[in-house]
Every structure is written in structure tokens, then in C-alpha cells.
């Protein structure tokens, strides 16, 4: 289809987004990589009056230390993220999630801010943020704040981010020496997951000691399955971890779609977490 008409405007600065983000109000979207707005659009399920395209604005590129942070532009494209060293070193998780997304194509224009602003509970990276314990700077006419992951998502393509508020980084507390997997079930290649975990698993002497466990696609945001992460405490093995997994859903409220029933999410969901945990910890 034709998308509805609207005004274009590309800064080349974050202070001037900003502003015209403030101009526009509630009626402005922006446009990083494309690859959520754009579909929006041709299918006529977003009308802006203006969009708002922040591609050309260097600062919000690149990866870098911070301490024990990396701090990752909200522009930086999946391609990107997946292939930088840093991100591989300190944050494998998120390089390995990222590799899955979509296609080649897709990696190479998508942005990992652009994915984290639709707040798209199917999406890869939402979930893994949690996982991650990542905050989201945003930069608005007030100047910047930081917003924790798990406050940022707070409905179904909704977020804590304002009208006159862009996303311009994201930083992730480096989890050298945790063992990581992501796991998701899709039916076709390139299609979005029916359910995705996103496992952090620290061990000592073989026994779990702490676990931070993502879902992807089991309610209107990503979700922390904390019973999960509770019941895998001290687990020492394939049974104990099968054991733990069977909490995985617990407090979970998976849509009904052509794709899959809430039920059948639910079962995915104890599954997946017992085999990304299994294969993060080489216990399987």
C-alpha cells in the first residue's frame, strides 16, 4: 500500500531532533534503520504528520567502555552489534540474539535503539535488554535521563519514552564470566519468534548461583521469568534445571494468535528456557 502523506525533516544533530520532536508533538515518529515505521506505514497503521529521520546524526553510532559499561548508540545497526568486539567480549548475549533477527538484509538496516523504541513484546532485543539489566538514556527538551529496562516497556508498542523524547544509547553492564544463550522457536526462517529466551546463567563449581532469565512474545512486554530465575538457584544439573524451567510461565499472559495459543506458548516457554539454560551452562 501507499503510505499517508507527512512532512520529512533529517537532522543532523540530537538537539535538533529534539526540537523538531518537540515542534511536532504527538504527531512526529522517527525513522532510524526503517524496519518497524516503514512497514507501519505502507500498511496504513501509523500516521504521522511528520517523520522525523535521525540516519544522518554521527553521536548516535558506535560502541564503547564505560567502566564496566558499554555503551552502544541507539543508531548502531544490528549488523553492527553483532560483529563488534566489545559487544562479543562483554555483552555476548546481546550479539547473539541480535545475529537472529530477521535476516541479512534486515541487520543491515535495523537499529538496535529503533528495535528497543517500537517496544515490541515479539521482538528479539526487548527481552534481552531485560535480561541484560540495561538502562535506555533518552534525551528531551530537559535534557537526558536514564530509564531502567524493565521500566521502559510498559504496553504493547508502548514505551516510557515521551513525544519529545529520543532514544540516543543504550547501556549494558558487562557480564564477563556468565555463561549466555538465546533460544526461540519460529516456524519458518526470518519470521518473528512464537516464543524466545534469553538466558544469563553464572555457575561455580557446576551449580547455577544466579540466573537472569528474558521472554520474548508471553504478554504485552518482554517479561523477566523470576520464578524461574529463583528456582534455578542452586541447580547442579540437567534434572534440576528441567525442574526449574517448569516455573518459567509462571505469572505469564501469552495473546491467542494464528500462530499459537496462550497454552502452547506457555509450554514453549518452560521448554525454551530449559534448553537456552542448558546449553549456556553445558550442562545438556
Known sequence: MIPPAFEYTRPTSVDEAVRALADAGEEAKVLAGGQSLLPLLRLRLAFPELVVDVGRIPELRGVREDGDTLVIGALTTHHEVVHDPLVREHAGLLAEATATVADPAVRHRGTLGGSLAHADPAGDLPAVAL?????????????????PAREFFVDYLQSALAPDE??????????????????????????????????????????????????TNM??????????????????????????????????????????????????????????????????
Not at 504485552?220 to 510461565?249: F, N, Y
Not at 491467542?256 to 518452560?270: F, K, T
Open 131 to 147: 535480561a541484560l539489566d540495561a538502562d535506555l538514556v533518552v534525551t528531551g527538551p530537559g535534557g537526558r535521563r536514564t530509564i
Open 166 to 215: 529520543l532514544l540516543t544509547e543504550v547501556r549494558i553492564p558487562k557480564t564477563d564470566g556468565w555463561d549466555f544463550h538465546y533460544e526461540k522457536f519460529h516456524p519458518v526462517a526470518q519470521s518473528w519468534a512464537i516464543v524466545g529466551v534469553a538466558a544469563l546463567v553464572r555457575c561455580d563449581d557446576g551449580r547455577v548461583t544466579e540466573a537472569r532469565i528474558g521472554l
Open 219 to 284: 504478554g504485552s512486554t518482554p517479561l523477566r521469568a523470576t520464578a524461574a530465575e529463583q528456582a534455578l538457584s542452586g541447580a547442579d544439573g540437567p534434572e534440576a534445571v528441567a525442574r526449574a524451567a517448569e516455573a518459567a510461565a509462571e505469572g505469564t499472559r501469552p495473546s491467542q494468535d494464528l500462530a499459537a495459543s496462550p497454552e502452547y506458548r506457555q509450554h514453549l516457554a518452560r521448554v525454551l528456557t530449559r534448553r537456552a539454560v542448558l546449553t549456556a551452562t553445558g550442562m545438556g
